[in-house]
C-alpha cells in the first residue's frame, strides 16, 4: 500500500513540475507564487474540511471520501481537461493583462493563464501532504502495535525508495513515447493519459488493499484515553524559539534548509526547461532524477548507522549543509560564471548551461538523499538531551513555526526578487548569495550537534 501511494507520488511530483514550466507563457517563476498564493490555502481549506469530516464519518468512510476524488480528478485530467486545455485556458486575456503589468508579473498571470495545470499541482502536492501523512500514517498507526512499529517502520524508508526507483523508470517510459508517434501527435498528451491510467490503477489498488486489511486484518486493541500533547500558538511558538539558544539553533538548521532548496530548487528548474523545453524531454529527464534519488537515498540509509557509529552525530548532522553548501557554490557558480569554461566543458559534449543542469540534479540529489538519511534523525536525536518541558515544547514550536516558515520564505524571497528585478534570470547572483548565507547558517547552527547526547540545561552543556 504504501509503495502504490509512494509510486503515484513520485509520477505527480514530475508531472507537475513538467505541466506549470514548460507550459507556453510560464516558466519556473511560476512555482514560488503558486506555492504561495494557492497551494497553502488550498492546504488549509483542506485541513478544515478534513477535521469536519473526521467528526462525522467512520474510519473506513473518511479514507475513501478523501483519496477517492483524488483518483477521479487525475484520471479526468489526463483525458478531459488537458485534452481541453486549449479551449478552457484565457489565454488572449492573460496575453492582455502581461502587456500592461509588463514580463515581471509573468509568474502571477501564468496561475489565471494555465489554471488547470496549477490545480493538478494543488492536488499533486497534496497527495502528498494528505495521503501520506494523513491518511498512510493514520491507517498504519492505528493497525500497528508499538513492537511491530519498531520493526516495520524503519523499512518503510526503504521501501519508499524502491518506489521512488521504480516510478522513475515509468516516467522515463511514458515520457519516451513520443520517439514512436508520428508528426502532428501530441506526445505529451499519449504520455499524460498513459502516467494518469497508471496513477488510477494504483490508486484503485491502494482502495482495494485498504479494504482487504479492514476486513482480514485483526486490528489491535487501543486504549481510549490518550495523554494530550500541549499544543501551542504561532506567538507562542515564536516566544519559546528565543528564549533557548538550543532550540534556536535547531530553528534556524530547519528553516535555513528549506529556503536554501527552495532557492536552488526553482532556479535549477528555469535553467532545466531552458535546456529541456518540450515537456518530453523535461518530463524523461525528471524520470531520471527521481531514480537517482531512490538511489541515492536507499544507498545513504543503508550507509548512515555507520556514518553515526564511526563518527558521531556531529558530523553526521554537518554533512548535509555542508553537501548543500559546495553543491549550491558550484550550480550558481556555473550561471554566473560558466561561460569562460565553454571550450573545456565542448571537449566533454556540454554547455555551460547543460553543465548547471546536471550539477543543479546532483545538488538536489544529494542534499535531498543527506537530509532523509543523517540531517532528521539527527534534528529528531537533538530533542533526546532536553529536559521533558523543553522537549515537548521546543518540538512543538519548531513544528509550527519553522517548518512552514522554512518553506514559504524560499518562496516569498522569490517572489520579492522577480518583482523587484524582473525575471528569476536577473535575480540569480542575489539568489545565489542568499544560498550561500543560509548554507553558512546552517554550518555554523550544527555546532549545536558538537556534543555527545546527555543532559543539557536550558541549552548548555551539563
Sequence with gaps: MFFCILFNYTILRDTKDVLVVTAKGSSAEII??????????????????????????SKQALFYTVIVPFIAFFGAFGFLLYPLSNAIHPQALADKLLNILGPRFLGPLAIMRIWSFCLFYVMAELWGSVVISVLFWGFANQITTVDEAKRFYPLFGLG???????????????????????????????SLKGMMSIVVLMGLSICGLYWWVNNNVELPTRSKKKKEKPKMGTMESLKFLVSSRYIRDLATLVVAYGISINLVEVTWKSK????????NEYSSFMGDFSTATGIATFTMMLLSQFV??????????????????????GFFSLLLFGDPLGPALA????????????????????????????????????????????????????????NPLGKSGGALIQQFMILTFGSLANSTPYLGGDTFGDCSCMVRSSQVFRYPIYSFASGRRA
Excluded: H
Excluded at 38 to 57: H, S
Excluded at 272 to 279: E, I, R, T, Y
Design 32 to 57: 514560488p507564487f503558486l506555492k504561495t498564493w494557492v497551494n497553502l490555502p488550498m492546504a488549509i481549506g483542506f485541513m478544515l474540511l478534513y477535521t469536519k469530516l473526521a467528526d462525522k464519518l
Design 160 to 190: 519508499a525508495n524502491v518506489a521512488l526507483i521504480f516510478s522513475g523508470r515509468t516516467v522515463k517510459y511514458f515520457s519516451n513515447l513520443r520517439k514512436n508517434l508520428g508528426p502532428g501527435v501530441d506526445g505529451w498528451a499519449v
Design 272 to 279: 532545466l526547461k531552458a535546456q529541456f523545453p518540450s515537456p
Design 308 to 329: 553515526f557509529d564511526k563518527f558521531g552525530w556531529g558530523v553526521a548532522a554537518k554533512i548535509t549543509p555542508t553537501v548543500l553548501l559546495l553543491t549550491g557554490v
Design 347 to 402: 571537449k566533454f559534449g556540454m554547455t555551460p548551461l547543460l553543465a548547471a543542469v546536471y550539477v543543479g540534479a546532483m545538488q538536489n540529489i544529494f542534499s535531498k538523499s543527506a537530509k532523509y538519511s543523517l540531517f532528521d534523525p539527527c534534528k529528531e536525536m537533538a530533542y533526546i538531551p532536553l529536559d521533558e518541558d523543553t522537549k515537548v515544547k521546543g518540538k512543538a514550536a519548531i513544528d509550527v513555526v519553522c
